[in-house]
């Protein structure tokens, strides 16, 4: 079965500090990860994929097959970063397997 | 610019109606899909729709059904609304062919069903 985990419904940091989101998923195939993010009133969009292996917003993430992880890193939150992310899994299909979600919140 | 669309921002409906969500998006896309956002379950999908009059059941798909007549154009159906079904319903569209392409979001229809 395919599941993503995201341990922290909700996370708090102030701003110019560093930030982790966490993700793990469960599958036993080569799997496509992303992270999406839903920012206040907007819609939900594509931050990231490990496949591009780029920096989106100073956001990174890496795929670690090995701890089945791939967690959401910024080393400075700024304000703006404060919003809902999801994790999400494509395990040989077209369908994403979305996580629960962690709420970020940036303080001044 | 991609641009997904639906029909209501906000919808309220009583018991037992039945209820259309509409999406269309304007990208030529093969894949639709319609899912259910509730706070502290994420994203759950109920339909997938791959080509015209093609769909395919996601994990909560009971209570619902889907059309896709046109390939612009993802019907999701109530056809007896229930109190549980109150929720946040986004669709999302995507090309075809590849397992990393990015789904494009709808603003998203928050159905009140009394």
């Known amino acids: 079965a395919q599941r993503v985990t995201q341990p922290e419904k909700l996370l708090s940091v102030f701003k110019g500090a560093p930030v982790e989101l966490k993700c793990n998923y469960s599958?036993?195939?080569?799997?496509?990860l992303f992270w999406y993010v839903q920012y206040s009133r907007q819609r939900l969009q594509l931050l990231l994929r490990h496949i591009s292996r780029e920096s989106i917003k100073g956001f990174t993430a890496d795929l670690n097959k090995g701890e089945t992880s791939f967690h959401l890193k910024k080393p400075f939150a700024q304000e703006e970063d404060s919003a809902m992310y999801y994790c999400a899994l494509s395990g040989g299909s077209e369908k994403l397997v979305f996580g629960k979600g962690t709420k970020l919140t940036v303080n001044p | 610019d991609v641009k997904v669309t639906q029909s209501s921002r906000y919808l309220v409906k009583r018991t037992g109606e039945k209820v259309f969500l509409e999406c269309v998006q304007d990208m030529d896309h093969e894949n639709m899909f319609w899912y259910r956002q509730d706070p502290g379950l994420g994203l759950r999908l109920i339909y997938f729709?791959?080509?015209?009059?093609?769909?395919e059941k996601g994990d909560i798909p009971e209570g619902y059904s889907v059309s896709r007549e046109k390939k612009e154009r993802f019907s999701l159906i109530l056809e007896s609304a229930s109190t549980n079904q109150t929720s946040m319903y986004l669709c999302?569209?995507?090309?075809?062919?590849?397992?990393?392409?990015?789904?494009?979001f709808g603003p998203g229809t928050r159905l009140t069903v009394l």
């Open positions: 999302a569209s995507s090309l075809q062919g590849f397992f990393d392409n990015e789904q494009f």
């Open positions: 599958y036993s195939g080569s799997p496509e």
């Open positions: 729709s791959y080509d015209v009059k093609m769909k």
